[in-house]
T-cell receptor, first 111, second 118 residues
Framework: QQPVQSPQAVILREGEDAVINCSSS?????VHWYRQKHGEAPVFLMILLKGGEQKGHDKISASFNEKKQQSSLYLTASQLSYSGTYFCGTETDFGNEKLTFGTGTRLTIIP | GAVVSQHPSRVICKSGTSVKIECRSLDFQATTMFWYRQFPKQSLMLMAT?????????EQGVEKDKFLINHASLTLSTLTVTSAHPEDSSFYIC??????????????FGPGTRLTVL
């Protein structure tokens, strides 16, 4: 079953912050975050391997709540280049490397 | 590092013909490659997992005789859509992972192939 992401879509002004949530009905072993621009391939953002792990680079960070089977992606001081659709990819079967991708969140940044 | 290429980027074919899509890892050896299909404004749906030297593992509902996958080397996997029909029109994307089986690793995606079947 596909993880559910919220919100489905969000429009922000440049400089504003956003939080994207990814919620699974299954236990999670890892969570991978990607951004995809229209007509292009998904670009890897980060991977979270352990419950409680938090990661970040530049102004994008993420957390992984293993107990709640959730992950959140945080975008601070958003830039125009952050526009795109964000997907979480979840590993629900330990060790088989397969990812089930979430429903997606479309982020639009306006000047 | 970790560049994945796909060829062709776009293909238009007539109904009933077969189309081959290549996925290459350019600067690393990919033990595992994955094939996804993405319909407009939808998420990526895994079709199959391809391991070098062994048969691909297909997801439920994906016809293995229609979508032939070959992972002949550590840098090349191919997907052949046989007897393509208009409903097969989609964006096909491959990804490659450096790790061996059983190890979680980043999947690096190719640029995708837009297939249109007339």
């Amino acid at each position: 079953q596909q993880p559910v992401q919220s919100p489905q879509a969000v429009i922000l002004r440049e400089g504003e912050d956003a939080v994207i949530n990814c919620s699974s009905s299954k236990a999670l072993y890892s969570v991978h975050w990607y951004r995809q621009k229209h007509g292009e391939a998904p670009v890897f953002l980060m991977i979270l391997l352990k419950g409680g792990e938090q990661k970040g680079h530049d102004k994008i960070s993420a957390s992984f709540n293993e107990k709640k089977q959730q992950s959140s992606l945080y975008l601070t001081a958003s830039q125009l280049s952050y526009s795109g659709t964000y997907f979480c990819g979840t590993e629900t079967d330990f060790g088989n490397e397969k990812l089930t991708f979430g429903t997606g969140t479309r982020l639009t940044i306006i000047p | 590092g970790a560049v994945v290429s796909q060829h062709p980027s776009r293909v238009i074919c007539k109904s009933g013909t077969s189309v081959k899509i290549e996925c290459r890892s350019l600067d690393f050896q990919a033990t595992t490659m994955f094939w996804y299909r993405q319909f407009p404004k939808q998420s990526l749906m895994l079709m199959a997992t391809s391991n070098e030297g062994s048969k691909a593992t297909y997801e439920q509902g994906v016809e293995k005789d229609k979508f032939l996958i070959n992972h002949a080397s550590l840098t090349l996997s191919t997907l052949t859509v046989t007897s393509a029909h208009p409903e097969d029109s989609s964006f096909y994307i491959c990804s490659a992972s450096r790790s061996g089986r059983g190890v979680t690793d980043t999947q690096y995606f190719g640029p995708g192939t837009r297939l249109t079947v007339l």
